[in-house]
Structure formats: structure tokens, C-alpha cells
């Protein structure tokens, strides 16, 4: 990897900050995946305070018909939502469907709520087996990942959602799921 100089000392220091920013915003522009903070801090001097240069380049970005989200502890560029069909009517795209079952988003959605739960825990939720198909299903799409291992005989894997399961949802972290009781007082989820 080349060296790059991070620390831009020869520029005065609202242009430095200036060039942090637009180092930022290239790099997020670049990734397809949401960038860790420690990646974002490799383009940025040491003093830099990366928070507040994200701040800085979400509020320039305000009137952009893209932004800036914090998907846990990362950051990616997105087109805002409301956009969604003006790019759907001019560019075939398709929709970004994550192509799963009902029944695959109910045993996704309990492992979101339950985390770290193992196969015998959903087995409680559902009433049933679920099959390590519909698992490996949602481990293929990168949704779902092994958890810890249960204290318990024979140390199950349980499994626990992943930064990808954020951003097919739209979620900055797992505190912005819809509460589980006004789902169920909405009607949709079971009792």
C-alpha cells in the first residue's frame, strides 16, 4: 500500500480539514460495503477528529440526493430512499430484494430479536425444526453468522445477524429494530 501523507501539514488548517473530509467521502464513495472507523482514520491525520468530520460531511451533504449513514460501526454512501423510484424508472436496476421466504424472514427477524440463539432456541420460538438449510440460506447471504458458543452440553453455535443484515434493512444497529411489542400489537408478529 502507498504512503499517503495523513497529516497534510503544509496546508492550513481549514483546507487540511477540507481534504480529510473529501478523503472520506472518496473512500465511501469507492466501497460497496459499509467502511469501518479504523479504515476511515487510516486517510486522516492523527489528530483528526473523525466524528466531527463526519458530522461536518453529513451536514454538506444535507441537499444531495445521497447521504452518509452509520451502519454499527461503520459508514457508507447510499442514494436516499425517497429517491428510490426516480433510479428504478431511468435505470434497470431491479429491486434489491433479498429474495428470502416468509418463512425465512420470520426465523431471520427471531434471530435479530434473540441473539445469539441456537437452532433448539428457535425451535422454542417456532414450535419446530428449523432446518439447517434455511440457515445455511440466510448464512449464504451474509445475514446471519455463527455466535458464541451456548454455555451449555455440547456448546451449540448459536447465530447472530451481521453488518449485512444492517444495511439490507436499513439499520444503523440492532437498537433500530421496530419494538417487538408494537409489532405485535400492529398485528405483525405473533404472540
Known amino acids: 500500500m502507498a504512503a499517503i501523507d495523513r497529516e497534510l501539514d503544509e496546508l492550513p488548517r481549514e ?3 477540507r481534504e480529510w473530509m473529501r478523503r472520506i467521502e472518496a473512500v465511501l464513495f469507492a466501497s460497496a460495503r459499509p467502511v469501518p472507523r479504523a479504515d476511515l482514520a487510516r486517510v486522516v491525520g492523527q489528530g483528526a477528529a473523525l466524528d ?3 458530522d461536518d460531511l453529513v451536514a454538506e451533504l444535507a441537499d444531495r440526493p445521497y447521504e452518509i449513514v452509520r451502519i454499527g460501526d461503520a459508514w457508507m454512501l447510499r442514494t436516499r430512499p425517497v429517491y428510490g423510484e426516480v433510479i428504478r424508472a ?3 436496476v431491479g429491486d434489491r430484494e433479498i429474495g428470502l421466504s ?5 426465523v431471520l427477524a427471531a434471530i435479530a430479536y434473540y441473539q445469539p440463539i441456537t437452532r433448539d432456541g428457535l425451535r422454542e420460538i417456532f414450535g419446530h425444526e428449523i432446518s439447517r438449510d434455511l440457515i445455511g440460506r440466510l448464512a449464504a447471504r451474509e445475514l446471519i453468522a455463527p455466535g458464541p ?3 451449555r452440553r455440547g456448546a451449540p453455535y448459536t447465530y447472530v445477524t451481521t453488518p449485512n443484515f444492517l444495511v439490507a ?3 444503523a444497529d440492532l437498537r433500530d429494530l421496530p419494538d417487538a411489542e408494537q409489532l405485535r400489537d ?6
Open 102 to 106: 416468509e418463512r425465512d424472514l420470520a
Open 149 to 151: 458458543r451456548a454455555p
Open 52 to 54: 466531527l468530520l463526519l
Open 169 to 171: 434493512f436499513g439499520l
Open 186 to 191: 400492529a398485528g405483525l408478529a405473533g404472540s
Open 15 to 17: 483546507l487540511r480539514w
Open 90 to 92: 431511468a435505470v434497470d
